[in-house]
T-cell receptor, first 114, second 114 residues
Framework: AQSVTQLDSQVPVFEEAPVELRCNYS??????LFWYVQYPNQGLQLLLKYLSGSTLVKGINGFEAEFNKSQTSFHLRKPSVHISDTAEYFC????????????FGQGTELSVKP | DSGVTQTPKHLITATGQRVTLRCSPRSGDLSVYWYQQSLDQGLQFLIQ???????AKGNILERFSAQQFPDLHSELNLSSLELGDSALYFC?????????????FGQGTRLTVV
């Protein structure tokens, strides 16, 4: 079985400050890792994904994430946030060879203040 | 626009009733996933269909069922509705062929059971 824990339910930050959203996971099998963003009243949009290779993954809108296998973590970072980054962010895992289903964390609400 | 279309966008119905949610996947995507998003349970995987066949099952209640038709659109049927079934239901599609690929999400159907 798999589980995903997003360590912060809410992260308030000022505009142009750096931010890190933390994600840990647990799995008995190998997994792929994803971050999705959900803007108000919209569906989920993929920010970035880790499948294999370099542990530092770059995504859209200036976000990046680092996969740490020993710590089973996949933290999301952005060096300088904008008001428009205000949204809910979901970390997810997808077990190998299980059809591509996603197991999501509870979400982190990022609130960027001017 | 993700290319995944869900109808209706909003649905209000009474307890005990039955509803059908519809999803049209992106052109060419054979795999359809259904997810439920609620305040208490978060984002939960319900079920996956691949080219008309059920591929994976998650936390889907027995009162719920789904199918994928030859034209690849999918329907999620919810019956004997309870207040706790009120949630946002997402459909996602991917060209999943055995390895992880990006899942594209629709904008969801917000179901309110009164």
């Amino acid at each position: 079985a798999q589980s995903v824990t997003q360590l912060d339910s809410q992260v308030p930050v000022f505009e142009e400050a750096p931010v890190e959203l933390r994600c840990n996971y647990s799995s008995s099998v190998s997994v792929y890792l994803f971050w999705y963003v959900q803007y108000p009243n919209q569906g989920l949009q993929l920010l970035l994904k880790y499948l294999s290779g370099s542990t530092l993954v770059k995504g859209i809108n200036g976000f990046e994430a680092e996969f740490n296998k020993s710590q089973t973590s996949f933290h999301l970072r952005k060096p300088s946030v904008h008001i428009s980054d205000t949204a809910e962010y979901f970390c997810a895992v997808s077990p190998y060879n299980q059809g591509g289903k996603l197991i999501f964390g509870q979400g982190t609400e990022l609130s960027v203040k001017p | 626009d993700s290319g995944v279309t869900q109808t209706p966008k909003h649905l209000i119905t009474a307890t005990g009733q039955r509803v059908t949610l519809r999803c049209s996947p992106r052109s060419g995507d054979l795999s359809v996933y259904w997810y439920q998003q609620s305040l208490d349970q978060g984002l939960q995987f319900l079920i996956q269909y691949y080219n008309g066949e059920e591929r994976a099952k998650g936390n889907i209640l027995e009162r719920f069922s789904a199918q994928q038709f030859p034209d690849l659109h999918s329907e999620l049927n919810l019956s004997s509705l309870e207040l706790g079934d009120s949630a946002l239901y997402f459909c996602a599609s991917s060209s999943f062929t055995g390895t992880a690929t990006e899942a594209f999400f629709g904008q969801g159907t917000r179901l309110t059971v009164v």
